[in-house]
């Protein structure tokens, strides 16, 4: 499969403590992105990675919200002090470079924080 | 006002009828439209995507844009049960690598 992965598919934690997920995107792609989405609502940009560069943060990026891609590969995106309003599916996309170029989405990680 | 507006739906089609998804934006710098369909529990598939005023035709699928009016539309034909699903309309400026999605349209097809 080459599509976009994601680790893991389903996280249930309890509130204040932390969690990381995974991202792997299309092998070519230098371009990731994560994005959150709740029931009933689109997706929301949380921020984005050129290569191992970090390009863009949303405000919805709280400093509770740490994403790294060390090696401009996999990307992981950390939750510390976890809260029930974190509760949603986190996307994971990437894309070839250029401004028109498609995101493909991985599969999710869907989080609930008791 | 949101930057990219869907009407919820649900939009109650029969099968083999035509279904008209419709989107709006408010950011004229918009240059690339992606429409993606996602079904429940599911992440998001891309199903079109269009960049130039007009229309833009894949299979059963026609994307359709106009950014004078800052519109843009998927017409399905055809409609099949398994279309059944919610239709995310996403929008990215000419700058900017993200992309501004809408609340999305329910679809029901009915056999």
């Known amino acids: 499969d080459t599509g976009v992965s994601q680790d893991p598919r389903h996280k249930i934690t309890k509130r204040g403590q932390n969690v990381t997920f995974r991202c792997d995107p299309i092998s070519e792609h230098n371009r990731l992105y994560w994005y959150r989405q709740t029931l009933g609502q689109g997706p929301e940009f949380l921020t984005y990675f050129q290569n191992e560069a970090q390009l863009e943060k949303s405000r919805l990026l709280s400093d509770r919200f740490s994403a790294e891609r060390p090696k401009g590969s996999f990307s992981t995106l950390e939750i510390q002090r976890t809260e029930q309003g974190d509760s949603a599916m986190y996307l994971c996309?990437?894309?070839?470079?250029?401004?028109?170029?498609?995101?493909?989405f991985g599969p999710g990680t869907r989080l609930t924080v008791l | 006002q949101k930057e990219v507006e869907q009407n919820s739906g649900p939009l109650s089609v029969p099968e083999g009828a035509i279904a008209s998804l419709n989107c709006t934006y408010s950011d004229r710098g918009s240059q690339s439209f992606f429409w993606y369909r996602q079904y429940s529990g599911k992440s998001p598939e891309l199903i079109m995507f269009?960049?130039?005023?007009g229309d833009k035709e894949d299979g059963r699928f026609t994307a359709q844009l106009n950014k004078a009016s800052q519109y843009v539309s998927l017409l399905i034909r055809d409609s099949q049960p398994s279309d059944s699903a919610t239709y995310l309309c996403a929008v990215k400026s000419e700058y900017g690598n993200k992309l501004v999605f809408g609340a999305g349209t329910i679809l029901r097809v009915k056999s």
């Open positions: 269009i960049y130039s005023n």
């Open positions: 996309a990437s894309s070839l470079p250029g401004p028109t170029r498609e995101q493909f």
